[in-house]
């Protein structure tokens, strides 16, 4: 494991960079992933998730979106914080090897007006682990225990969706990132995560089964185990090919 360089790269003239990771087609990952002290309107996420704003955060949204139902609610809203947080750090970890810290207790989130996630802050740049290729719940295993079991249960007690959405929403994003960062797609390491019933230290996988690649009509397909609830929200698209649910993928 090691830190160096990295840690001070900038932009010409511009703030420091968070990841070398993120740049070219993943350079929107500034904008979600940043260091705390750079995100202005950050709130500790033990702060927020324990003050009543992550209630307020929900019920904002609903406005903003005319949501009716509070688990389609928190369910899309889970859609946009686990974007923004699994993205940029298997980005990262995947291109420059860098562990990006991002353990809940030490990380900040800012909202949009909408009330839905807008961006994570963490403490520092992390470290860089240059141990050769890692199997994936290695990679994983900090972002899964130290973040998303926490929000996985905070998405329960105040959005009424079951841990099983929440993981299949998480799970959505990792698969994306691990099949189309870089050159090669590590397709591999997602068909590891979503195809093992238990992890390497014996835990159940929360992640297994999450999502199926399925060939259709000559075309290859990413299918979700569980429905992501948006169908029942006014004025969003449907997935498409990756609803759970036969009936809306042509919506």
């Known amino acids: 494991m090691a830190t160096g360089?990295?840690?001070?790269?900038t932009h010409a003239g511009g703030?420091?960079?968070?990841?070398?990771?993120?740049?070219?087609?993943?350079?929107?990952?500034?904008?979600?992933?940043?260091l705390s002290e750079a995100l202005a309107d950050g709130i500790a996420l033990p702060e927020f998730f324990g003050s009543g704003a992550f209630d307020r955060a929900l019920t904002t949204y609903a406005e903003?979106?005319?949501?009716?139902?509070?688990?389609?609610?928190?369910?899309?809203?889970?859609?946009?914080?686990?974007?923004?947080?699994?993205?940029p750090y298997v980005v990262a970890r995947v291109l420059d090897r860098q562990a990006l810290p991002v353990a809940f207790d030490k990380m900040t989130v800012a909202l949009s007006a909408d009330g839905l996630p807008r961006a994570f802050g963490v403490s520092t740049a992390g470290d860089w682990r240059d141990d050769g290729e890692e199997e994936i719940f290695s990679v994983l295993t900090p972002l899964m225990e130290e973040h998303l079991a926490k929000v996985v249960g905070h998405l329960k007690a105040f959005g009424g969706i079951?841990?099983?959405?929440?993981?299949?929403?998480?799970?959505?994003?990792?698969?994306?990132?691990?099949?189309?960062?870089?050159?090669?797609?590590?397709?591999?390491?997602?068909?590891?995560?979503?195809?093992?019933?238990?992890?390497?230290?014996?835990?159940?996988?929360?992640?297994?089964?999450?999502?199926?690649?399925?060939?259709?009509d000559g075309t290859r397909v990413c299918r979700r185990k569980i429905c992501c609830l948006r169908y029942l929200l006014p004025g969003i698209p449907s997935c498409g090919s990756l609803c759970a649910l036969p009936s809306q993928r042509k919506q």
Request: contains cysteine.
């Open 15 to 34: 703030p420091r960079v968070l990841s070398a990771a993120f740049a070219g087609p993943h350079a929107w990952c500034n904008e979600k992933m940043m």
């Open 162 to 216: 079951s841990p099983k959405l929440a993981w299949n929403n998480a799970a959505v994003y990792i698969d994306y990132a691990l099949r189309t960062a870089g050159t090669e797609p590590l397709s591999k390491h997602a068909d590891t995560m979503i195809g093992l019933k238990s992890m390497p230290n014996g835990a159940p996988n929360p992640f297994f089964d999450c999502l199926r690649h399925e060939e259709e």
């Open 64 to 87: 903003a979106s005319g949501g009716t139902d509070r688990r389609a609610v928190a369910s899309m809203w889970s859609l946009y914080y686990f974007s923004c947080l699994t993205i």
């Open 5 to 9: 360089g990295h840690e001070n790269m």
